[in-house]
């Protein structure tokens, strides 16, 4: 499965949809890392 993330979020300033961009991949990492996502 590919995921692909606009990160335009990453250059603006903290609001709330910023930050729950932020939260939302690392999320995403972490489901990656522990293997309940297919990261190939």
């Known amino acids: ?3 692909f993330i ?3 979020f990453l ?3 903290l ?3 910023q ?3 932020t939260e939302f991949v690392k999320a ?3 489901l990656i ?3 309940q996502i297919d990261d190939t």
Do not use: C, F, H
């Open 1 to 3: 499965m590919n995921i």
């Open 6 to 8: 606009n990160a335009r």
């Open 11 to 13: 250059s603006q300033s």
């Open 15 to 17: 609001t709330g949809v």
């Open 19 to 21: 930050r729950y961009a």
């Open 28 to 30: 995403l990492d972490y």
């Open 33 to 35: 890392e522990t293997g």
